[in-house]
Structure formats: C-alpha cells, structure tokens
C-alpha cells in the first residue's frame, strides 16, 4: 500500500539554529497535512498542501509540496524551546482517511 | 466547545479482559478516527468512520472491534486484551468537507498486562 517516510527519525539542535524534516512518498499524494505534537500531548494540526509545488508560511515555520506532489517539507527558521515535539505528515483522501508518517522527534537545547 | 473527548485517560488491563474506550465530538463531524501510537511508528490508523452506521479498517485493525451508532460517539473495543495493545490511543474527528484538519483527543494510555 501507499507509504510515506519521514526523515530523520530524530533530530537535535541548539537553540537558534535551523530545522527541517522531510516527508517522502512512493505515489502521487492529493494532499499533505502537518501536525505537531508536543511531549505527553496530542496532535495538533499545523497546515495543509493541495497544489503541486505550493509553499506556505506560519511565521518561523515554511511548508513545501512538492512539484509532484511526491515529497513535502517543514523547516523551522532559528528554533525555539517552544518548537520541541514530534512532527507528522499525514494524507488524505476524499474519505478524510488520515495516514500518518512516522513523526521527527525534534530537541531543542538551550 | 469541549472538542474530542476521550475517555479513560488511562487504563491497566490484565491480558483477556475486555474494555471500550469511548470517545465523543461535540462538532458535528462526519468523519471519526481512532489511531495507535507506539515509539517510533507512529500513528496507525485502527478503524475510521464516514458517518453514522458506516465503519471500516485501517492499517492495524485485528484485534479491535468498533461501531458508530451515532454522529458524535465511536467507541473502540478491545475484546480480549493482549501486551501487545499496549499503546496509547487517539480519537480524532474531521469536518465534512475533504482536506480538511483532523481535530484529537487527549488519548487513552493502555497497558496490558
């Protein structure tokens, strides 16, 4: 079936540095949703790509769809503490069913 | 607007016994989810529903039975509790409109024993 991969698994900066991570899929996706989920906490929906090779931005925080609509980005301008948490992609379809992409856990030191 | 309500917030099963987890949508929405989290995968869809009376599977439904009998409540039942369920569980719920964002509970931590 369909898959998409999330890389890294993992990821640790210093404060003020920058941060991105990167959703791939095997297929042609008709949309891409990002979420963000904080320690102990649930998901919670950031944006959302339909067109191919769209980008959008929330202050620090860009978001890109690829022009094949094969692979997605979120990179995070000069991180914060209060950017620490795991980050999903998710894909849709008509029938609003969700799969989610293994997550990037994001650390941010001091 | 109390959103997704999920409940218990957490539970300890001994491995055979049975439990529903319940889950509750005060929007109006169509479409309801319930998703598995587990370190380094995830989350994985269980079951989901379109609407009321209208169920189907997910990536990793075996072992998990659910129904929709009403708009705003999709219970999730675990009938006959293995380790391996253990997890933690979120309940999410969509507008009817395609594309557009899942709203979730407060998840249910699970551990069977």
């Known amino acids: 079936g369909q898959q998409v991969m999330q890389i890294p698994q993992y990821q640790h900066v210093q404060e003020g540095e920058d941060f991105t991570t990167y959703c791939n899929s095997s297929t042609t996706l008709s949309n891409i949703q990002w979420y963000k989920q904080r320690p102990g906490g649930h998901p919670v929906f950031l944006i959302q790509?339909?067109?191919?090779?769209e980008v959008k931005k929330q202050k620090r925080l860009t978001f890109q769809f690829g022009e094949a609509k094969k692979n997605s980005s979120l990179h995070i301008t000069a991180t914060q503490t209060t950017d620490v948490g795991t980050y999903f992609c998710a894909y849709g379809g008509a029938t609003n069913k969700l799969i989610f992409g293994t997550g990037t856990l994001l650390a941010v030191q001091p | 607007n109390a959103g997704v309500t999920q409940t218990p917030k957490f539970q300890v099963l001994k491995t055979g016994q049975s439990m529903t987890l319940q889950c509750a949508q005060d929007?109006?929405?169509?479409?309801m989810s319930w998703y598995r989290q587990d370190p380094g995968m995830g989350l994985r869809l269980i079951h989901y529903s379109v609407g009321a009376g209208i169920t189907d599977q997910g990536e990793v439904p075996n072992g998990y039975n659910v129904s929709r009998s009403t708009t705003e409540d999709f219970p999730l039942r675990l009938l006959s509790a293995a380790p391996s369920q253990t997890s933690v569980y979120f309940c999410a719920s969509t507008g009817s409109r395609a594309n557009t964002e899942a709203f979730f509970g407060q998840g249910t931590r699970l551990t069977v024993v």
């Open positions: 929007m109006n929405h169509e479409y």
């Open positions: 790509l339909v067109k191919s090779g």
